[in-house]
């Protein structure tokens, strides 16, 4: 033992017999501005994410966040898994 009490050896042994798997998320992120971010049933159409500010929200904190979206400081964005994008694309 070396260290912080660190026992080299075990953590040789560990690792050596650890197995590490990895998969690829199915699920993007659309930003204002990509193609999918607008939806539409046919009649209206609507961004799929927004931001909301309550009635109740001081006058103060609202003058913050409209400063913040206008210079890009926070934004909307939405998540869609890959299935539903093929989906969306399909029916267009």
Same mark, same amino acid.
């Given at each position: 033992?070396?260290?912080?009490? #660190?026992?080299?050896? =075990?953590?040789?042994?560990?690792?050596? %017999?650890? $197995? &590490?798997?990895?998969?690829?998320?199915?699920?993007?992120?659309?930003?204002q501005g990509d193609p999918?971010?607008? #939806?539409?049933?046919? =009649?209206?159409q609507s961004h799929r994410? %927004?931001? $909301? &500010?309550?009635?109740?929200c001081p006058e103060k904190?609202?003058?913050?966040?409209?400063?913040?979206?206008?210079?890009?400081?926070?934004?909307?964005?939405?998540?869609?898994?890959?299935?539903?994008? &093929?989906?969306?694309?399909?029916?267009?």
């Amino acid at each position: 033992m070396i260290g912080y009490g #660190i026992d080299l050896e =075990f953590l040789k042994c560990y690792t050596d %017999s650890m $197995n &590490i798997t990895s998969s690829k998320s199915t699920i993007k992120t659309i930003k204002q501005g990509d193609p999918n971010f607008i #939806i539409t049933d046919g =009649f209206f159409q609507s961004h799929r994410a %927004s931001i $909301n &500010i309550s009635q109740n929200c001081p006058e103060k904190y609202k003058d913050i966040i409209v400063e913040c979206l206008r210079k890009g400081w926070v934004s909307p964005i939405a998540h869609i898994t890959e299935r539903e994008m &093929i989906i969306t694309g399909l029916l267009k």
